[in-house]
Nanobody, 125 residues
Framework: QVQLVESGGGAVQAGGSLRLSCAASGRTFSSYAMGWFRQAPGKEREFVAAIRSGSSTYYLDSVKGRFIISRDNAKNTVYLQMNSLKPEDTAVYYC???????????????????WGQGTQVTVSS
């Protein structure tokens, strides 16, 4: 089974950047679609970005142009480069994965069956 471990969270001032990493165990990572979700205090978890096994990408409207999702199959790792961070980006960020499928709806959290433990991102004004 694929296990996911996030890293790279932290505290940053508004306008700054962070890069989150999600390392996956197992030998089937290249066949996985990967997503990033986040949950702010008192709010539901929301989709942030996703990347298919073929590297097509999808983004939450409010992060388009600021966040970039990418993957390195040789390292079994997916990244979320976050630029121009805003206080409203403050949340726990979760990595998620599933075997990719043409029919998988990657913006929905119940499409994923593998989840990391989460990493905190705090953006101060």
């Amino acid at each position: 089974q694929v296990q996911l471990v996030e890293s790279g969270g932290g505290a940053v001032q508004a306008g700054g950047s962070l890069r989150l990493s999600c390392a996956a165990s197992g030998r089937t990572f290249s066949s996985y679609a990967m997503g990033w979700f986040r949950q702010a205090p008192g709010k539901e978890r929301e989709f942030v970005a996703a990347i298919r096994s073929g590297s097509s990408t999808y983004y939450l409207d409010s992060v388009k142009g600021r966040f970039i999702i990418s993957r390195d199959n040789a390292k079994n790792t997916v990244y979320l480069q976050m630029n121009s961070l805003k206080p409203e980006d403050t949340a726990v960020y979760y990595c998620a994965g599933r075997v990719d499928s043409y029919y998988s709806i990657l913006v929905k959290e119940d499409s994923y069956d593998r989840w990391g433990q989460g990493t905190q991102v705090t953006v101060s004004s």
